[in-house]
């Protein structure tokens, strides 16, 4: 029996991975997995060796003060790996921990096919990282088509696959009337999958959310999480006793709830793009801590931290960043777009004709193609 690891560091490369992974189990049924994930993986049946948030450092001065934490977490999963004896090493997306582990697993395992999806985002910084990548991976699997280039220029074998969170899915019918009891217009918040995200931007949220209270009475705020991290944002909003906010974890849901919502607030980050295939205006916020702040400043190479606006070289949605971060600020923006029909409808326009420029209409089933070809 054929064998694949699939390896992830956080909880948007486990929902990618498990898009990918379900495709390959429906084609071709008879393969063995191990891997790190996190729930999404779990639900296709795959067992993980930890649980993600072992992995999951945010920012240069969390990675600085764990170093040694991540560094016995990579040797062990070499380890496992290596013991595990995969045909395909299936790394998805953090590079900083992904690609270390698959460097390792290649110098002692040269026979293990190495297939990373999420080419690291060398347009952004650190392009000079793609010479690295051609002594251990066989093939990379790309999101946007602009990425093809830095690749094919360093003979590394590549495949434009387009975003599967951007994927139709299936129509299935799904009962939010526990969560939407009275008639109240949706909006939708993303607080972040990590919980030193979600420490930092549910204070400055909870503000927001009490200054547009005392404008509009028609609206309910959901917030979306992981289910590891549901009972932390709940325990925040019952300690501020808001009445017309809620929490959901369950991906269907969620996917029903953006939907159907009239705006969307979210954190920098990949779910900014199924926002904009949703046809759901939104602001995008973000706020780290200023020495991180600093150093990211220093090395990256674009002016924008969405990729929707990094594509369009331009601010299509509006981005709050650091100290425009704020309660007040977030309400302002928010509150302009909301009493500017023509601004919002410009907005959905532009984002959409960005977006299908990432869109392939089988992306999930691309990437499991590749897969299949390896094995």
């Not at 992995?55 to 991540?70: D, E, Q, W």
């Not at 969170?165 to 999958?193: C, M, T, V």
């Not at 023509?342 to 984002?351: F, H």
């Amino acid at each position: 029996m054929k064998k694949i690891f699939v390896l992830t560091g956080e909880p948007s490369g486990d929902k990618l991975a498990s898009r990918v992974i379900s495709k390959l189990k429906s084609s071709k049924p008879d393969i063995e997995y191990l891997a790190v994930g996190g729930e999404n993986l779990k639900n296709l049946g795959i067992k993980s060796l930890y649980d993600l948030k072992e992995v999951t450092y945010l920012g240069f001065t969390k990675v600085i003060l764990n170093l040694f934490k991540i560094k016995k977490k990579i040797d062990e999963t070499v380890n496992k790996i290596i013991e595990f004896n995969p045909d395909i090493l299936f790394s998805v997306d953090s590079p900083d921990f992904t690609l270390r582990v698959a460097k390792k697993v290649k110098k002692l395992k040269p026979n293990v096919t190495t297939i990373h999806f999420v080419a690291p985002q060398v347009w952004v910084w650190r392009e000079s990282r793609v010479k690295n990548l051609k002594s251990f991976l066989d093939h990379i699997l790309l999101l946007f088509p602009f990425e093809k280039k830095y690749f094919d220029k360093e003979n590394i074998q590549s495949t434009f696959v387009g975003h599967p969170l951007l994927e139709a899915q299936g129509n299935s019918k799904i009962d939010i009337s526990q969560i939407i009891k009275e008639h109240k217009r949706i909006f939708s918040i993303y607080p972040g999958s990590r919980q030193s995200e979600i420490n930092v931007l549910m204070p400055i949220l909870f503000g927001f959310v009490k200054l547009m209270n005392e404008k509009y009475t028609n609206i309910l705020f959901v917030f979306h999480s992981t289910s590891e991290h549901c009972q932390s944002i709940k325990n925040f909003l019952t300690k501020e006793d808001f009445r017309n906010c809620e929490v959901v974890s369950d991906e269907k849901i969620k996917a029903h709830v953006l939907e159907q919502s009239m705006f969307a607030l979210s954190k920098s980050g990949t779910i900014s793009l199924e926002i904009c295939n949703a046809k759901i205006p939104s602001i995008i916020i973000y706020k780290m801590n200023r020495i991180n702040f600093f150093i990211v400043r220093m090395l990256v190479k674009v002016k924008f931290a969405n990729i929707i606006n990094i594509a369009a070289d331009e601010e299509i949605i509006p981005e709050l960043l650091q100290k425009n971060c704020n309660s007040r600020n977030i309400y302002k923006a928010v509150n302009e777009l909301l009493n500017n029909k023509q601004a919002l409808e410009n907005q959905v326009r532009e984002s959409q004709r960005i977006i299908n420029e990432f869109k392939t209409e089988k992306s999930s089933e691309i990437a499991s193609s590749v897969l299949l070809d390896h094995l």
